[in-house]
Protein backbone atom coordinates (compact mmCIF):
# COMPACT_ATOMS: atom_id res chain seq x y z
CA UNK A 1 0.00 0.00 0.00
CA UNK A 2 2.98 2.39 0.90
CA UNK A 3 4.54 1.87 -2.57
CA UNK A 4 0.89 3.04 -4.29
CA UNK A 5 1.11 6.43 -1.72
CA UNK A 6 4.69 6.92 -2.97
CA UNK A 7 3.66 6.65 -6.75
CA UNK A 8 0.59 8.59 -6.66
CA UNK A 9 1.86 11.57 -4.48
CA UNK A 10 4.90 11.83 -7.12
CA UNK A 11 3.03 11.38 -10.01
CA UNK A 12 0.97 14.47 -8.58
CA UNK A 13 3.81 16.42 -8.50
CA UNK A 14 4.52 15.83 -11.87
CA UNK A 15 0.88 16.67 -13.31
CA UNK A 16 0.94 20.08 -11.38
CA UNK A 17 4.30 20.84 -12.47
CA UNK A 18 2.98 20.03 -16.22
CA UNK A 19 0.14 21.79 -15.73
CA UNK A 20 2.39 24.82 -13.64
CA UNK A 21 4.33 24.66 -17.26
CA UNK A 22 1.74 24.65 -20.24
CA UNK A 23 -0.26 27.45 -18.08
CA UNK A 24 2.99 29.49 -18.43
CA UNK A 25 3.70 28.82 -21.74
CA UNK A 26 0.06 30.17 -23.38
CA UNK A 27 0.56 33.37 -24.21
CA UNK A 28 -0.82 36.31 -22.80
CA UNK A 29 -3.26 38.59 -25.26
CA UNK A 30 -3.55 42.40 -25.16
CA UNK A 31 -6.00 43.69 -26.81
CA UNK A 32 -4.32 46.60 -27.82
CA UNK A 33 -1.32 44.69 -29.62
CA UNK A 34 -2.85 44.79 -33.03
CA UNK A 35 -5.83 46.26 -34.79
CA UNK A 36 -9.04 44.18 -35.13
CA UNK A 37 -8.97 42.57 -38.98
CA UNK A 38 -12.17 40.16 -38.09
CA UNK A 39 -15.08 41.84 -36.32
CA UNK A 40 -17.63 39.37 -36.08
CA UNK A 41 -20.90 39.61 -34.54
CA UNK A 42 -22.02 38.46 -31.52
CA UNK A 43 -25.01 37.39 -29.36
CA UNK A 44 -24.33 37.38 -25.56
CA UNK A 45 -26.60 35.20 -23.73
CA UNK A 46 -27.58 35.78 -20.07
CA UNK A 47 -29.43 33.12 -18.37
CA UNK A 48 -31.32 34.19 -15.54
CA UNK A 49 -32.99 33.46 -12.64
CA UNK A 50 -33.91 35.96 -9.85
CA UNK A 51 -30.97 38.34 -10.63
CA UNK A 52 -32.94 41.41 -10.29
CA UNK A 53 -30.51 42.83 -7.67
CA UNK A 54 -26.74 41.62 -10.07
CA UNK A 55 -28.61 42.50 -13.54
CA UNK A 56 -28.54 45.91 -13.88
CA UNK A 57 -24.55 45.99 -12.52
CA UNK A 58 -24.15 43.70 -16.00
CA UNK A 59 -26.24 45.84 -18.21
CA UNK A 60 -24.34 48.71 -17.47
CA UNK A 61 -21.28 47.04 -17.89
CA UNK A 62 -22.51 46.00 -21.43
CA UNK A 63 -23.82 49.17 -22.31
CA UNK A 64 -19.94 50.68 -21.73
CA UNK A 65 -18.48 48.14 -24.43
CA UNK A 66 -15.71 49.05 -26.44
CA UNK A 67 -16.58 46.63 -28.88
CA UNK A 68 -20.15 47.21 -30.54
CA UNK A 69 -21.06 44.65 -33.11
CA UNK A 70 -23.16 42.89 -30.65
CA UNK A 71 -26.59 41.94 -29.30
CA UNK A 72 -27.86 40.61 -25.90
CA UNK A 73 -30.64 38.04 -24.94
CA UNK A 74 -31.88 37.92 -21.39
CA UNK A 75 -33.18 34.54 -20.49
CA UNK A 76 -35.78 34.77 -17.74
CA UNK A 77 -35.88 31.14 -16.56
CA UNK A 78 -39.45 31.50 -14.54
CA UNK A 79 -38.09 34.13 -12.22
CA UNK A 80 -40.42 35.12 -9.64
CA UNK A 81 -38.43 38.87 -8.94
CA UNK A 82 -38.99 41.57 -11.26
CA UNK A 83 -35.95 40.33 -13.36
CA UNK A 84 -38.04 40.13 -16.27
CA UNK A 85 -39.66 43.54 -15.65
CA UNK A 86 -36.13 45.10 -15.16
CA UNK A 87 -34.81 43.87 -18.47
CA UNK A 88 -37.59 44.55 -20.38
CA UNK A 89 -37.09 48.02 -18.74
CA UNK A 90 -33.61 48.19 -19.68
CA UNK A 91 -34.37 47.32 -23.04
CA UNK A 92 -36.13 50.41 -24.20
CA UNK A 93 -33.00 52.13 -23.41
CA UNK A 94 -30.46 50.26 -24.11
CA UNK A 95 -26.94 51.33 -26.20
CA UNK A 96 -27.44 47.50 -27.75
CA UNK A 97 -29.75 45.10 -28.98
CA UNK A 98 -31.38 43.12 -26.03
CA UNK A 99 -34.26 40.67 -26.53
CA UNK A 100 -35.81 39.53 -23.51
CA UNK A 101 -37.01 35.58 -23.68
CA UNK A 102 -39.35 34.65 -20.97
CA UNK A 103 -39.39 30.98 -20.06
CA UNK A 104 -42.16 29.11 -18.26
CA UNK A 105 -41.49 26.26 -15.56
CA UNK A 106 -41.60 23.36 -16.69
CA UNK A 107 -40.33 20.80 -14.03
CA UNK A 108 -39.79 18.08 -16.38
CA UNK A 109 -36.51 20.11 -17.71
CA UNK A 110 -33.66 18.30 -16.13
CA UNK A 111 -31.41 21.36 -17.13
CA UNK A 112 -33.49 24.78 -17.15
CA UNK A 113 -29.99 26.43 -17.78
CA UNK A 114 -29.45 24.16 -20.69
CA UNK A 115 -32.80 25.04 -21.96
CA UNK A 116 -32.27 28.60 -21.72
CA UNK A 117 -29.39 28.77 -23.77
CA UNK A 118 -30.45 26.54 -26.46
CA UNK A 119 -33.90 28.70 -27.16
CA UNK A 120 -31.77 31.58 -26.80
CA UNK A 121 -29.33 30.44 -29.60
CA UNK A 122 -32.55 29.23 -32.19
CA UNK A 123 -32.76 33.35 -32.13
CA UNK A 124 -29.35 34.45 -32.12
CA UNK A 125 -28.21 36.26 -35.05
CA UNK A 126 -24.40 36.76 -34.08
CA UNK A 127 -21.83 34.44 -35.67
CA UNK A 128 -20.38 33.77 -31.85
CA UNK A 129 -22.41 33.31 -29.15
CA UNK A 130 -20.96 34.61 -25.48
CA UNK A 131 -22.41 33.23 -22.82
CA UNK A 132 -22.24 34.42 -18.98
CA UNK A 133 -24.01 35.05 -15.72
CA UNK A 134 -26.65 37.19 -14.53
CA UNK A 135 -24.34 38.32 -11.24
CA UNK A 136 -21.14 38.50 -13.25
CA UNK A 137 -19.11 42.13 -13.91
CA UNK A 138 -17.59 42.11 -17.31
CA UNK A 139 -14.78 44.61 -18.32
CA UNK A 140 -14.91 47.51 -20.67
CA UNK A 141 -12.99 45.82 -23.36
CA UNK A 142 -14.44 42.42 -22.79
CA UNK A 143 -16.16 41.73 -25.87
CA UNK A 144 -13.07 43.63 -27.73
CA UNK A 145 -10.73 41.29 -25.73
CA UNK A 146 -12.75 37.94 -27.53
CA UNK A 147 -13.56 39.10 -30.87
CA UNK A 148 -9.94 39.70 -31.17
CA UNK A 149 -8.76 36.41 -30.03
CA UNK A 150 -11.15 34.72 -32.60
CA UNK A 151 -10.01 37.10 -35.62
CA UNK A 152 -6.34 35.36 -34.57
CA UNK A 153 -7.52 31.52 -34.44
CA UNK A 154 -10.52 31.27 -35.92
CA UNK A 155 -11.56 28.68 -32.90
CA UNK A 156 -14.95 27.38 -32.36
CA UNK A 157 -14.67 27.55 -28.91
CA UNK A 158 -12.73 30.04 -26.65
CA UNK A 159 -12.88 29.63 -22.73
CA UNK A 160 -12.37 32.36 -21.17
CA UNK A 161 -10.86 33.17 -17.46
CA UNK A 162 -13.65 34.04 -14.36
CA UNK A 163 -12.33 34.94 -10.85
CA UNK A 164 -14.75 35.82 -7.80
CA UNK A 165 -15.35 39.92 -6.92
CA UNK A 166 -12.90 41.39 -3.81
CA UNK A 167 -13.53 39.94 -0.98
CA UNK A 168 -12.38 39.90 2.14
CA UNK A 169 -14.02 37.38 4.31
CA UNK A 170 -11.59 33.97 5.16
CA UNK A 171 -15.01 32.17 3.00
CA UNK A 172 -14.26 34.03 0.05
CA UNK A 173 -10.93 33.89 0.08
CA UNK A 174 -10.75 30.05 0.13
CA UNK A 175 -13.53 29.91 -2.54
CA UNK A 176 -11.05 32.26 -4.75
CA UNK A 177 -8.01 30.16 -4.19
CA UNK A 178 -10.24 26.86 -5.07
CA UNK A 179 -11.59 28.31 -7.98
CA UNK A 180 -8.28 29.64 -9.22
CA UNK A 181 -7.15 26.45 -9.23
CA UNK A 182 -10.54 24.96 -11.68
CA UNK A 183 -9.77 27.93 -14.07
CA UNK A 184 -5.74 27.31 -13.91
CA UNK A 185 -6.27 23.69 -14.74
CA UNK A 186 -8.99 24.28 -17.56
CA UNK A 187 -6.65 26.40 -19.19
CA UNK A 188 -3.24 24.46 -18.95
CA UNK A 189 -5.15 20.84 -20.07
CA UNK A 190 -6.33 22.74 -22.92
CA UNK A 191 -3.34 23.81 -23.91
CA UNK A 192 -1.93 20.87 -23.63
CA UNK A 193 -4.71 19.61 -26.10
CA UNK A 194 -6.74 17.75 -23.85
CA UNK A 195 -9.47 19.68 -22.50
CA UNK A 196 -11.48 19.34 -18.77
CA UNK A 197 -12.81 22.10 -17.74
CA UNK A 198 -14.44 25.74 -18.56
CA UNK A 199 -16.50 27.91 -16.95
CA UNK A 200 -20.07 29.44 -18.68
CA UNK A 201 -19.92 32.44 -16.71
CA UNK A 202 -17.57 33.44 -19.46
CA UNK A 203 -17.61 31.01 -22.61
CA UNK A 204 -17.63 31.83 -26.49
CA UNK A 205 -18.68 29.55 -29.55
CA UNK A 206 -19.44 29.56 -33.14
CA UNK A 207 -23.09 29.17 -33.16
CA UNK A 208 -21.98 26.82 -36.34
CA UNK A 209 -20.37 24.57 -34.42
CA UNK A 210 -23.10 24.65 -31.61
CA UNK A 211 -25.24 23.49 -34.45
CA UNK A 212 -23.08 21.02 -36.02
CA UNK A 213 -22.46 19.03 -32.45
CA UNK A 214 -26.63 19.37 -32.03
CA UNK A 215 -26.61 21.60 -29.21
CA UNK A 216 -26.69 19.94 -26.12
CA UNK A 217 -27.95 16.42 -27.35
CA UNK A 218 -27.38 13.43 -25.56
CA UNK A 219 -25.93 15.73 -22.41
CA UNK A 220 -29.40 17.49 -21.78
CA UNK A 221 -30.63 15.13 -18.88
CA UNK A 222 -27.91 16.20 -16.93
CA UNK A 223 -28.76 19.38 -14.38
CA UNK A 224 -25.13 21.34 -15.15
CA UNK A 225 -22.76 20.82 -18.23
CA UNK A 226 -23.79 23.80 -20.11
CA UNK A 227 -20.22 24.66 -20.67
CA UNK A 228 -17.84 21.57 -20.03
CA UNK A 229 -20.42 18.72 -21.41
CA UNK A 230 -20.64 20.95 -24.71
CA UNK A 231 -17.20 21.52 -25.19
CA UNK A 232 -16.23 18.27 -24.70
CA UNK A 233 -18.81 17.85 -27.70
CA UNK A 234 -17.01 20.09 -29.69
CA UNK A 235 -13.59 19.21 -28.32
CA UNK A 236 -14.28 15.52 -30.25
CA UNK A 237 -15.51 17.68 -33.53
CA UNK A 238 -12.74 19.93 -33.71
CA UNK A 239 -10.25 18.95 -32.13
CA UNK A 240 -7.78 22.22 -33.00
CA UNK A 241 -10.73 24.04 -32.07
CA UNK A 242 -10.84 25.01 -28.60
CA UNK A 243 -8.48 27.33 -27.30
CA UNK A 244 -8.14 29.08 -23.49
CA UNK A 245 -8.17 32.69 -23.73
CA UNK A 246 -5.19 34.14 -21.19
CA UNK A 247 -6.01 37.92 -21.13
CA UNK A 248 -6.52 40.01 -18.24
CA UNK A 249 -8.91 42.43 -20.06
CA UNK A 250 -11.49 39.06 -20.43
CA UNK A 251 -11.67 38.45 -17.18
CA UNK A 252 -15.64 37.71 -15.89
CA UNK A 253 -15.89 38.49 -11.95
CA UNK A 254 -18.69 36.53 -10.00
CA UNK A 255 -19.58 37.08 -6.36
CA UNK A 256 -18.58 34.15 -4.25
CA UNK A 257 -20.81 32.41 -2.12
CA UNK A 258 -21.82 33.74 1.09
CA UNK A 259 -23.82 30.48 2.47
CA UNK A 260 -22.35 26.96 3.03
CA UNK A 261 -25.38 25.71 1.38
CA UNK A 262 -25.42 27.71 -1.67
CA UNK A 263 -21.40 26.47 -1.90
CA UNK A 264 -22.12 22.67 -1.36
CA UNK A 265 -25.55 22.43 -3.78
CA UNK A 266 -23.41 24.43 -6.60
CA UNK A 267 -19.84 22.35 -5.63
CA UNK A 268 -22.48 18.82 -5.66
CA UNK A 269 -23.95 19.95 -9.19
CA UNK A 270 -20.55 20.51 -10.72
CA UNK A 271 -18.68 17.02 -8.97
CA UNK A 272 -21.90 15.20 -10.88
CA UNK A 273 -21.23 16.26 -14.22
CA UNK A 274 -17.99 13.77 -14.73
CA UNK A 275 -19.68 10.87 -15.06
CA UNK A 276 -21.69 12.67 -18.74
CA UNK A 277 -18.15 13.13 -20.23
CA UNK A 278 -17.51 10.67 -22.99
CA UNK A 279 -13.66 11.24 -23.25
CA UNK A 280 -11.76 9.09 -20.76
CA UNK A 281 -9.24 11.59 -20.02
CA UNK A 282 -11.21 14.64 -17.40
CA UNK A 283 -12.56 10.96 -15.74
CA UNK A 284 -9.40 9.66 -14.90
CA UNK A 285 -8.12 13.17 -13.72
CA UNK A 286 -11.02 13.49 -11.43
CA UNK A 287 -10.29 10.23 -10.32
CA UNK A 288 -6.43 10.88 -9.50
CA UNK A 289 -7.04 14.21 -7.79
CA UNK A 290 -9.47 12.42 -5.78
CA UNK A 291 -6.68 10.33 -4.78
CA UNK A 292 -3.69 12.31 -4.57
CA UNK A 293 -5.44 14.45 -2.20
CA UNK A 294 -6.98 11.40 -0.15
CA UNK A 295 -2.63 10.46 -0.25
CA UNK A 296 -1.78 12.96 2.55
CA UNK A 297 -4.89 12.06 4.93
CA UNK A 298 -2.93 8.59 4.35
CA UNK A 299 0.04 9.25 4.82
CA UNK A 300 -0.92 10.96 8.25
CA UNK A 301 -2.63 8.28 9.01
CA UNK A 302 0.14 5.79 9.00
CA UNK A 303 2.53 8.19 10.56
CA UNK A 304 0.15 7.81 13.57
CA UNK A 305 0.28 4.11 13.41
CA UNK A 306 3.94 4.39 13.00
CA UNK A 307 4.05 2.91 9.64
CA UNK A 308 5.69 5.95 7.83
CA UNK A 309 8.59 8.38 9.64
CA UNK A 310 8.24 11.50 10.23
CA UNK A 311 10.28 12.54 7.15
CA UNK A 312 8.46 10.76 5.23
CA UNK A 313 5.02 11.96 5.40
CA UNK A 314 6.92 15.30 5.17
CA UNK A 315 8.07 14.13 2.47
CA UNK A 316 4.77 12.87 0.83
CA UNK A 317 2.86 16.13 1.63
CA UNK A 318 5.31 18.60 0.32
CA UNK A 319 5.01 16.23 -3.00
CA UNK A 320 1.80 17.45 -2.93
CA UNK A 321 1.80 21.12 -1.39
CA UNK A 322 5.63 22.34 -2.82
CA UNK A 323 4.42 22.00 -6.86
CA UNK A 324 0.64 23.25 -5.66
CA UNK A 325 1.63 26.45 -3.71
CA UNK A 326 3.64 27.57 -7.10
CA UNK A 327 1.01 26.40 -9.50
CA UNK A 328 -1.48 28.43 -7.50
CA UNK A 329 0.56 31.65 -7.22
CA UNK A 330 0.97 32.11 -10.96
CA UNK A 331 -2.88 31.46 -11.47
CA UNK A 332 -3.62 33.99 -8.60
CA UNK A 333 -1.18 36.46 -9.87
CA UNK A 334 -2.08 36.74 -13.47
CA UNK A 335 -6.83 37.17 -11.73
CA UNK A 336 -5.15 39.86 -9.87
CA UNK A 337 -5.51 38.48 -6.71
CA UNK A 338 -2.81 38.78 -4.84
CA UNK A 339 -4.09 39.22 -1.71
CA UNK A 340 -5.31 35.54 -1.79
CA UNK A 341 -2.05 34.03 -2.23
CA UNK A 342 -1.77 34.24 1.37
CA UNK A 343 -5.12 31.55 1.80
CA UNK A 344 -2.99 29.28 -0.05
CA UNK A 345 -1.59 26.95 2.66
CA UNK A 346 -5.06 26.93 4.64
CA UNK A 347 -6.95 26.13 1.24
CA UNK A 348 -4.35 23.25 1.00
CA UNK A 349 -5.28 22.20 4.36
CA UNK A 350 -8.89 22.12 3.62
CA UNK A 351 -8.86 20.88 0.75
CA UNK A 352 -7.73 17.21 1.40
CA UNK A 353 -11.24 16.35 3.22
CA UNK A 354 -13.16 18.96 0.33
CA UNK A 355 -12.74 16.87 -2.08
CA UNK A 356 -13.04 13.85 -0.18
CA UNK A 357 -16.63 15.11 1.15
CA UNK A 358 -17.61 16.53 -2.49
CA UNK A 359 -16.33 13.07 -4.49
CA UNK A 360 -18.80 11.45 -2.10
CA UNK A 361 -21.63 13.66 -1.87
CA UNK A 362 -21.91 13.72 -5.67
CA UNK A 363 -22.86 10.29 -5.82
CA UNK A 364 -26.04 10.54 -4.04
CA UNK A 365 -28.72 12.14 -6.60
CA UNK A 366 -30.21 15.51 -6.27
CA UNK A 367 -29.72 19.11 -5.96
CA UNK A 368 -31.57 21.98 -4.96
CA UNK A 369 -30.43 25.21 -7.36
CA UNK A 370 -32.11 28.75 -7.89
CA UNK A 371 -35.40 27.48 -5.86
CA UNK A 372 -35.64 24.07 -7.81
CA UNK A 373 -34.91 20.54 -6.86
CA UNK A 374 -33.46 19.11 -9.83
CA UNK A 375 -31.68 15.43 -10.63
Request: proline share 5%; aromatic share 10%.
Amino acid sequence: MIWVLWLVSVAYAVLTSRLLVAWRRLPVLHSADDPITVAPSITVIIPVRNESINLPYLLNDLSAQTYTQFSVIIADDASSDNTAELALSYASTAAFPLTVLSLVDDPTVASPKKRAIAQSISQATGELIVTTDGDCRVGPDWLTTIAHYYGKTGAQLISGPVTFTPDQSVFGSLQTVEFASLIGAGAATLAMGKPTMCNGANLCYQKTAFLAVNGFAGVDHVASGDDELLMHKIATRYPEGVRFLKSQAAIVETAAHSSLGTFYQQRKRWAGKWRAYDSLFPTFLAVFVFLSNLAPLVAVGLWLAGQLSGWQTLTLVMLKVGPEFVYLRAILTFLRKRAAIAWIPLTQLIYPLYVLFFGLAAQQPGITWKGRKLT
